[in-house]
């Protein structure tokens, strides 16, 4: 095996080992409150695999998820901590729920395209405040993007009590034209599988051909990689932290955009339920990779979507977020589980000779 196969093994297998590792620590937690790890995770397993409306509720969490996902990735790759895609997402929301509702009788070929451009474009600028303070002053893009997410935040609750508020009960907007909404791939009961998936993943392809085969995309991780020598390369730093921020962004208002279109299909006070900041979590599993953000989404919303029928076995549904954390923990901590795959190597290695 070559040292560039040998680094593309390990790889993968820090987020894959990282998981195994985290399910036998979440047994020996279930082993500990005196209940079976074997059925817990048989639980799980069917409340996310074992029907269509678990696939259906799956894909669904996993959308917007991936989205995001991908837009802190993105932000990574380029050497920009976008911590702000929580508030990117919500003025991506936003617009597609001020221009869906006044969307009326417009054809859905225009008005799913317009709305959908409108919000990414919302997400886009949002975010380009912080690359524009980054770029041009040298503002730490983690302190003004969190003070970007409190704005949008409290933006999206004055127009469902102001603007845009409709009926009683919770804050909310009117649903957007029927025209601008996405038609569901399939409908199971009360649940639909969004065909807002279809959107995700071609954003994951075309990330990746962004990075990996333009001019554009070698530029971006070059600054990523190191400032200084792409700067003395001639390539503008300020321009691609911009650039950067706005792509980001645009991602995370995409995930905005889906939730409205096809789940919601308008705004309230919370609708974003901290997806821009699992979009961090995503990211970190998916090793800043826009294929291993597919695979990290869909682990992240299949734990979710079965942890409800683990209750049903007397497991609460906090150890999902513990089996979460001690991921992305192990994840983050990448060099524990580097050592360890090279020792496993070596002893493998070793077996064979």
């Known amino acids: 095996m070559t040292i560039q196969s040998k680094k593309r093994a390990i790889k993968i297998l820090v987020p894959v080992l990282s998981v195994i590792i985290a399910l036998l620590i979440g047994a020996i937690v279930i082993l500990a409150i005196g209940k079976n790890p074997i059925v817990a995770y048989k639980e799980m397993f069917i409340g996310a695999f074992g029907s269509k409306m678990s696939w259906a509720s799956n894909i669904t969490k996993m959308t917007s998820l991936l989205l995001t996902g991908l837009a802190v990735a993105f932000g990574f790759r380029a050497g920009v901590f976008n911590i702000g895609a929580e508030g990117q997402m ?4 936003m617009a597609a729920a001020v221009v869906g509702i006044n969307m009326g009788q417009t ?8 709305t959908i451009l409108c919000s990414i474009m919302a997400g886009a600028v949002w975010a380009s405040i912080a690359g524009i303070l980054k770029a041009k002053t040298g503002a730490h893009e983690v302190i003004t993007t969190i003070m970007l997410n409190w704005i949008a935040y409290h933006i999206g609750n004055y127009l469902v009590v102001g603007p ?3 009926g009683d009960g919770v804050p909310k907007s009117p649903e957007i034209a029927k025209s601008a909404q996405l038609p569901p791939l399939l409908t199971v009961q009360a649940s ?7 959107i995700a993943v071609a954003a994951a392809i075309l990330m990746y051909i962004i990075l990996e085969k333009t001019t554009a995309g070698y530029e971006l991780k070059a600054v990523g990689f190191n400032p200084y020598a792409a700067e003395y390369g001639g390539i503008s730093i300020s321009k691609n932290i911009i650039l950067t921020m706005a792509i980001s962004g645009g991602l995370a208002g995409l995930a905005g955009a889906m939730e409205v279109m096809c789940v919601h299909l308008r705004i309230f006070g919370s609708f974003t339920s901290g997806r821009g900041f699992d979009g961090i979590t995503i990211a970190l599993i998916g090793q800043n990779s826009p294929i291993g953000s ?6 992240i919303s ?6 409800t029928n683990m209750q049903f076995a007397g497991i609460p549904d906090d150890l999902v977020g513990l089996i979460q954390g001690i991921i992305i923990f192990l994840v983050a901590a990448e060099r524990i589980i580097k050592t360890l795959i090279i020792k496993l190597f070596r002893v493998k290695g070793g077996e064979n000779a």
Do not use: D, Y
Not at 107 to 114: S, W
Not at 302 to 307: A, E, I, K, W
């Open 192 to 198: 639909t599988l969004p065909s807002g998936i279809i």
């Open 302 to 307: 299949s734990l979710r979507t079965g942890s």
């Open 107 to 114: 054809p859905m070929i225009i008005a799913v395209p317009v």
């Open 164 to 166: 845009l508020a409709v």
């Open 90 to 93: 919500a003025v991506g929301g």
């Open 294 to 299: 597919i695979f990290s989404a869909f682990l």
